[in-house]
Structure formats: structure tokens, C-alpha cells
């Protein structure tokens, strides 16, 4: 079983940055991609950032420039570093991984973005 372990959510101000993390109980070269993911209340979840195993990123486009994903394989630790916060980004971010054949999910961690 794998689990994802997501941390560092919390109430910032506008312009402020946060930096999540998502620590996994196995090696995250198993997975063919792990990201971050959110969803805010009545929507649906949306993708934010993914990061292959070879390392090439994705980011959605409301946060490019101002969000970065990043791995540390000794860690086994995956890390969104979020700057210039935005109210419009307060949601509950979800840890995923994937690996052929299946999808796994972290319990989430909420950021407010509030002045």
C-alpha cells in the first residue's frame, strides 16, 4: 500500500508563499508521475503541477510563474513552492501519484489565501 503524506498548508496573505510538501512511503521512482492537485469549494478537483520521474514539469496555467514543483528522490519527497499567492488559490491540495495501472492520494492540506 502506498501512502502520501501532504504538509504545509496554512492561512497566508495575498502575495505571501507557501512551500507543500508530500512525503511518500515508498520509493517515488515506482511512479510514472506525482503532482499536486486542488479543489476549492463546488469545483471539481483540478490539476496544478506534475513532475515526471525523468523530471519534466507541467503547470496549469493559472499558476506558471509562480508555482514550482520539485523531487527529492533521497527524500521521497515531492514539494510545491507556491509564491504570489492569490485568494483564488485557496483550496485543498491533494498529493497524487501515479504508477501503470494505478493512481494514488494524499488526505489533502488546506490553504487560505486571506487578508
Known amino acids: 500500500q502506498v501512502q502520501l503524506v501532504e504538509s504545509g498548508g496554512g492561512l497566508v496573505q495575498p502575495g505571501g508563499s507557501l512551500r507543500l510538501s508530500c512525503a511518500a512511503s515508498?520509493?517515488?521512482?515506482?511512479?510514472?508521475?506525482m503532482g499536486w492537485f486542488r479543489q476549492a469549494p463546488g469545483n471539481q478537483r483540478q490539476a496544478v503541477a506534475v513532475i515526471t520521474n525523468g523530471g519534466t514539469t507541467n503547470y496549469a496555467d493559472s499558476v506558471k510563474g509562480r508555482f514550482t514543483i520539485s523531487r527529492d528522490n533521497a527524500k521521497n519527497t515531492v514539494y510545491l513552492q507556491m509564491n504570489s499567492l492569490k485568494p483564488e488559490d485557496t483550496a485543498v491540495y491533494y498529493c497524487n501519484a501515479v504508477r501503470l495501472g494505478d493512481r494514488f492520494w494524499g488526505q489533502g492540506t488546506q490553504v487560505t489565501v486571506s487578508s
Open positions: 515508498r520509493n517515488i521512482f515506482e511512479f510514472f508521475a
